[in-house]
DNA sequence: TGGGTATGATTAAACGTTAAAGCAGGGAGC
DNA sequence: GCTCCCTGCTTTAACGTTTAATCATACCCA
């Protein structure tokens, strides 16, 4: 590993020229730099970027801490935060919640301690992440308004909700996941709100949810709406069971636009987070907060965008069914 | 940030002493020991690791290179990684190499440049990683026999093969995503040499592969063996516009077992890849690496595992085809 | 009593970098 | 000719830790 010093030495000069000559900072000649450069090419030199971090106190590292790196949304945020940390010169170091609150805490003191500049959380369903000693972001709970970056999941929940509403759908079925997700009850309460009055919906939770869809529809429901693709493939299955077919039969709408929903058949209706936008602004918050903003921050929301595809369309009318 | 020298100054001692009581190295007397231990939990003292990465040379970090960290495998691949990583008190840079094999030298150079003790890289399809001055292994690419730790694609593929030739199948339809990946030519070529003489296949890749498959079925086909869950995804929506049933018309696998493979309908006969047993593997032998065995190891094969589920069975036979 | 040794600490240096202060020399201004 | 300032470089110190070398003290044994 070549250092400073070697340059200095091998140029005859002290290593603080060289340090001024190569970031540009004190007063060197032109001639020297032009010398100190070429000879730092030649040898290959790499600045430390430990050496610096323990001078500046800066490490370039941010932490990121995902309830389950399982979480299908998993890739698409590390990788758009990935390249947006770039950009701002940053690494990213990896850490999974492993589903529990006290994991949560022991994966950001892991990260802490390594000397992350900044943490970027996507907390454990129904908690929140205690303060920590540097700034932190909090992606994807609204309810945390200070310094949080989310995905508008209500709006998103509303979307769906009209757009099934205009194709006519009066007996709704919803389905969430798990009732502690903060996230799916905003989603749901996105869309009873956004729901005509008048209009009569189930909410369903979980697989024994998933079970008594079939049922629903049996006695009048027309469509189902979900807080996840997943869940909707899953739907898809147990209406597939049950003889029904989408969305003549039953319209089915998911959440997220996982890579699968559109090679579903039908291609899924679903709502798509703009990752890349919420990646975008979490990197930006986190660096003006690690640049010295000390107060909070409000937090800011991200609309959700509707992905109208094959698996919705006007339910069947009264006419047809009983003739 | 409370340092050594606070402790040191703190109880009137020197802070050689302080590091030699809290690393247990040096010469310390019991009661001192105490002392300091003490003192540093009140303060609540943790050791730089950025300083003690500059002092010793070792940043305890590994870097992580993968393709595209969309790929759907890298949750499970992120996941176990970070979490036999923390076994070795590591933690996990990540970078994208974006599609190209430039990104992906950038980005090992970039992991390089901050100082990471090793790297791991799922490489760029058809490409092969330059060497680099840390050690490196590489994940899933059985082609580089060194330093590698890979599923094993070939054997996977037979797997498969045998499992569908067992049921009967005598016509079969091999399709894959991209010709380039060698992953991919693994799996097909471990299909292939594991069916039995007198096997009629046709392999097709693409898109275009996938429109192509219902006329295979038309000319006699009743199996479809794909290197992906995703493709087998398609395939099923392609079969269901055609008016095919699985598995009744059409046997039907994949391959990785996906997340939203068990929830097709009907749930996806695949072949699951051990992520944990590969990543605990590769961690492994990239500490080893990194211990200052610097000889090459030879590359380890990790077994795949058949997941018989509903998308397979008998084909059709003769009789109750033309009667 | 004196030399050897074990014990428990200290000092000094180092890892690679950078910020601040200092210093030598030259040119300008009066 | 004196001061003053500017330029270009050097010295010093520091970030927090570890390690090798040193040192003082007390103890043991001959």
């Known amino acids: 590993m070549v250092s400073i010093k070697q340059i200095a030495t091998d140029i005859g000069v002290s290593a603080a020229t ?3 000559a190569l970031t540009g900072k004190g007063r060197v000649s032109p001639e020297m730099i032009e010398r100190i450069r070429s000879r730092a090419a030649e040898l290959g030199y790499r600045p430390s970027i430990t050496a610096r971090a323990l001078k500046s106190g800066r490490t370039g590292i941010l932490g990121l801490v995902m309830p389950d790196l399982t979480n299908p949304l998993f890739p ?12 701002h010169r940053l690494g ?12 949560q805490s022991e994966a950001l003191g892991r990260l802490v301690d390594r000397g992350v500049d900044g943490l970027l959380v996507v907390p454990q369903k129904g908690t ?10 909090v992606i994807n709970t ?26 006519g759908h009066r007996n709704i079925v919803i389905l969430g996941g ?39 529809i049996a006695s009048g429901a027309t469509a189902v709406m979900t807080t996840s693709d997943l869940l909707a493939l899953s739907v898809r299955s147990q209406l597939m069971r049950a003889g029904l077919s989408v969305p ?32 975008d602004r979490a990197i930006d ?29 006007n339910p069947k009318t009264n006419q047809e069914e009983m003739p």
Request: glycine share 8%; proline share 7%; hydrophobic share 40%.
């Open 76 to 87: 698409r945020i590390a990788q758009t935060l990935s390249i947006a940390a770039d950009g």
């Open 178 to 216: 798990d009732p502690i997700s903060e996230v799916q009850r905003d989603r749901i309460s996105g869309m009873t709100a956004a729901l005509p009055d008048g209009t009569n919906t189930t909410v369903l939770w979980g697989d024994e949810g998933i079970s008594r869809v079939p049922g629903e």
């Open 92 to 103: 990213i170091l990896i850490a999974d919640s492993r589903g529990s609150a006290d994991e």
């Open 248 to 279: 003549e039969d039953v319209s089915l709408t998911g959440f997220d636009d996982l890579s699968f929903s559109k090679s579903m058949h039908p291609a899924l209706t679903t709502v798509a987070q703009n990752v890349e936008a919420i990646a």
């Open 285 to 313: 918050l986190i660096t003006r907060m690690i640049g010295g903003k000390t107060q909070p921050e409000a937090g800011e929301t991200v609309p959700m965008r509707l992905v109208v595809r094959d698996s919705t369309s």
């Open 18 to 20: 060289v340090s001024n």
């Open 128 to 137: 929140s992440p205690e303060p920590q000693p540097v700034p932190m972001v």
């Open 142 to 167: 609204a309810s945390d308004p200070n310094n949080s970056v989310s995905a508008d999941h209500a709006g998103g929940g509303a979307l769906v909700a009209r757009h099934i509403a205009e194709l």
